[in-house]
Each structure stands twice: as C-alpha cells, then as structure tokens.
C-alpha cells in the first residue's frame, strides 16, 4: 500500500497543498515552524481519525477555517487503487473509501495502515499501559481480521457491566460476565499469538541498532492467568461494586520490555531507549509486510531528533530494503547522510506551509 496522491486542506499551517509522494521514500525538508509536522500529521489524521500531537482536533484545524480535509489515492498490495478521505470540524468526522461513506474508522486503518516514530514515541516504553495496549491491538487487528469485531463485543459487555456496578444493578451481572469472560479470553489469546509472531523479527531488528543481551517481551493479560478470568471476576466482584468498575481483564492488558528480567525503561539510556521503541515500530511494519504482503506507511518525525547520524545511515538501509513507503522530515538536508545509496527517492521541501518537490 502507498499513498500515489495526497491533498492536504487546512491542516495547521498548510492551507491547500496536494503532492505526488514517492512509493518509497520521501524526504521532506524544511526551517523550524515550517510544516514539517503538519504534513505528517496529516497523514496520520487520514489513518488514524485522530492527531497524535493533541487530544483536541480543533487545534489542528487551520485558524481560519473550520474543517480540515485529508484525501489520498493510494494504490494497494494487490494493484488496486482506493481513494480514502476524512473530513474533521472538531465534532464530527466524515470518512469517504473510494466515494462510499463509512461509518468506522477502522475502515480507514486497514486501507492505510500506519506507524509514527516521533520525538514523544519514548513513551511508549516510558507512560502508562494505553500506549501499549494500543500499540499491541494495532498489530493483532492487522494480523488477524477477526479481532476487531471480539474485541468490539467485549468491549460491550465491559462497558455493559461497568454500567450495572455503578447503579448496582446485580441481577444482570451474570449475563454480562459470561459475555466478558468469553469475548475477553479470546482477545487475550489473540493479543499471545500475535506477540509470539511478534518477538522474532521484533529481536532481528534490535539486533542491527542495539547490542542488548536478555531480552525478552512479555504479555500482560489483565488478569492473573493461573486463575480463569470468570473465577477472577467473581472474586472481584465486592471491589468492583465499591469502585464501580471492572479491575480485571484484558482492558488492563499491558506488555512489558524486559532485560534480564527488569522493565527496559529503568535499566537503558534515553538514546537506547528510542532505539527500542523505533524497533518496536518497524518490527510491526515488517511483520505486515511479512505476512499480509501488505506494505504499510512510516512515518518519521524530526529524523535527527531522534537518531545519532550512525543509526540515521543504519535505519536508512533497512527501510530502503524494506520496500514499503516512508516519509522522514528534517530541518537539513544533510540529516539524512549519504543520499547515495538511496535509489528511488523524492525530496519535498517545505516552506510557510508550501510543499514542492525539489
Ligand atoms: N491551527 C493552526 N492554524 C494555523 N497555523 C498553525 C496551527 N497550529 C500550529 N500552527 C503553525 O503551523 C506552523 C507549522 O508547525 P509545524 O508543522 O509544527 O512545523 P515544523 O514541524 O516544520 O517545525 C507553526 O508556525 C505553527 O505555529
Ligand atoms: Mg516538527
């Protein structure tokens, strides 16, 4: 999959632009404050229906307008082409695949599956467990077509069931457990067997940046797995009355980065640790490309920010090798190094919200 066209209305600073992306790498460079980020973020809006520099869209959204519009025809794995476009005003989103209104934006997600790396990506490995969990459904629901609609039913009953402890309505309590139980076994089998698909090219990877011995990922269920999930909600119940929600199960789900047996994050360096996260993020993109035949999107924010020149050279290499399209931003063009052994390449420069080709 790669984006043959993009037009860009009234995302931050660009008011209208449209390009001709290369379906390999893109280079887009550009001063401080120029626009860099929004191009990027652009993109994500189109695959995500969100931004990943703020919760509130509106910020995004140009000051003097009062939507955004992010259009794409992107020509898929199999030779097909699909138009994909989101419209956003702040309240509502409007998401169009090849003319055809949709309702969800998953539809989006699978016709443009994408991965940030960015300055903040650290968090991934540094914040709170939403990160990760997403971060792992992102993967199963590309892997796997019959996840979303399981981990849709058990958020059902989860939310379902929450419902009923808040107004202590215990007389459906059962019916909902039941539901819970069997939705949310199966997404935790699931999130296991994709990690185990997973693990391999996730340490092939890590081994060409970082010299890492023990290391290992591990899942988080949710809940203790010695024990079944329905006998764990039961003997949860009283907390859960108390509290008013639901303490165990995979929406508590996590995965943990360990070396040697300790949280990753508490034993490497800052550098190190973005080296983990990148690698994270490619082992997804190549695990798609892997098994699917489906190239996804990287997208790169601030290339220098992130890497030291040597890794910058090394990560070049590998997506140049990995065939599927990339858009990096710098402020200089030597941030990218030795453009040499980059074949097929398109460079964008950008300027008070202005991309042309260079
Ligand atoms: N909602 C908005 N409307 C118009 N301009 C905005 C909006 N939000 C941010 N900007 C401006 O857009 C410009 C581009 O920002 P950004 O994409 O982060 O630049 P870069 O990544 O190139 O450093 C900045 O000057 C910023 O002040
Ligand atoms: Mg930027």
Same mark, same amino acid.
């Given at each position: 999959?790669?984006?043959?066209?993009?037009?860009?209305?009234?995302?931050?600073?660009?008011?209208?632009?449209?390009?001709?992306?290369?379906?390999? &790498?893109?280079?887009?460079?550009?001063?401080?404050?120029?626009?860099?980020?929004?191009?990027?973020?652009?993109?994500?809006?189109? $695959?995500?229906?969100?931004?990943?520099?703020?919760?509130?869209?509106?910020?995004?959204?140009?000051?003097? !307008?009062?939507?955004?519009?992010?259009?794409?025809?992107?020509?898929?794995?199999?030779?097909?082409?699909?138009?994909?476009?989101?419209?956003?005003?702040?309240?509502?989103?409007?998401?169009? &695949?090849?003319?055809?209104?949709?309702?969800?934006?998953?539809?989006?997600?699978?016709?443009?599956?994408? !991965?940030?790396?960015?300055?903040?990506? =650290?968090?991934?490995?540094?914040?709170?467990?939403?990160?990760?969990?997403?971060?792992?459904?992102?993967?199963?629901?590309?892997?796997?077509?019959?996840?979303?609609?399981?981990?849709?039913?058990?958020?059902?009953?989860?939310?379902?069931?929450?419902?009923?402890?808040?107004?202590?309505?215990?007389? !459906?309590?059962?019916?909902?457990?039941?539901?819970?139980?069997? =939705?949310?076994?199966?997404?935790?089998?699931?999130? !296991?067997?994709?990690?185990?698909?997973?693990?391999?090219?996730?340490?092939?990877?890590?081994?060409?940046?970082?010299?890492?011995?023990?290391?290992?990922?591990?899942?988080?269920?949710?809940?203790?797995?010695?024990?079944?999930?329905?006998?764990? #909600?039961?003997?949860?119940?009283?907390?859960?009355?108390?509290?008013?929600?639901?303490?165990?199960?995979?929406?508590? $789900?996590?995965?943990?980065?360990?070396?040697?047996?300790?949280?990753?994050?508490?034993?490497?360096?800052?550098? *190190?640790?973005?080296?983990?996260?990148?690698?994270?993020? #490619?082992? *997804?993109?190549?695990?798609?490309?892997?098994?699917?035949? *489906?190239?996804?999107?990287?997208? &790169?924010?601030?290339?220098?920010?992130?890497?030291?020149?040597?890794?910058?050279?090394?990560?070049?290499? =590998?997506?140049?090798?990995?065939?599927?399209?990339?858009?990096?931003?710098?402020?200089?063009?030597?941030?990218?190094?030795?453009?040499? *052994? &980059?074949?097929? =390449?398109?460079?964008?420069?950008?300027?008070?919200?202005?991309?042309?080709?260079?």
């Amino acid at each position: 999959m790669s984006l043959s066209k993009l037009d860009i209305y009234a995302v931050r600073n660009i008011q209208q632009q449209s390009i001709s992306p290369s379906p390999a &790498i893109n280079l887009i460079v550009g001063e401080n404050a120029s626009g860099k980020s929004a191009l990027i973020e652009a993109i994500f809006i189109l $695959g995500r229906a969100k931004s990943f520099r703020c919760s509130a869209i509106k910020s995004v959204i140009n000051f003097n !307008q009062a939507h955004l519009v992010v259009s794409a025809q992107t020509e898929q794995t199999n030779g097909s082409r699909v138009q994909l476009g989101i419209q956003m005003d702040g309240k509502t989103i409007e998401i169009h &695949i090849n003319q055809q209104a949709k309702q969800n934006r998953s539809d989006l997600a699978y016709a443009l599956p994408l !991965q940030l790396i960015h300055p903040k990506s =650290y968090e991934l490995l540094d914040g709170g467990s939403q990160l990760r969990r997403e971060f792992l459904d992102w993967g199963v629901f590309n892997h796997d077509q019959n996840f979303l609609p399981i981990w849709r039913r058990f958020k059902k009953a989860l939310s379902q069931r929450n419902a009923l402890l808040k107004t202590r309505r215990l007389e !459906q309590l059962n019916v909902w457990d039941k539901e819970l139980v069997y =939705y949310g076994t199966i997404v935790d089998g699931c999130r !296991q067997r994709y990690l185990e698909q997973f693990k391999p090219v996730f340490s092939d990877i890590i081994g060409k940046f970082l010299a890492v011995e023990g290391l290992d990922l591990k899942l988080v269920s949710g809940w203790d797995l010695s024990r079944e999930l329905g006998h764990v #909600l039961i003997n949860d119940r009283d907390k859960d009355l108390r509290y008013g929600f639901t303490h165990s199960g995979p929406h508590r $789900g996590d995965f943990q980065l360990l070396i040697n047996n300790r949280l990753a994050k508490d034993v490497v360096s800052r550098g *190190q640790l973005k080296l983990l996260v990148m690698s994270l993020k #490619l082992a *997804q993109v190549q695990l798609l490309a892997n098994e699917q035949n *489906q190239s996804g999107c990287l997208l &790169i924010d601030d290339f220098a920010a992130e890497l030291d020149a040597i890794n910058r050279a090394k990560l070049l290499r =590998y997506l140049v090798d990995m065939a599927c399209q990339v858009f990096i931003t710098a402020t200089e063009i030597q941030d990218f190094g030795d453009l040499s *052994q &980059i074949k097929d =390449y398109k460079m964008f420069h950008v300027e008070h919200g202005t991309i042309k080709p260079v």
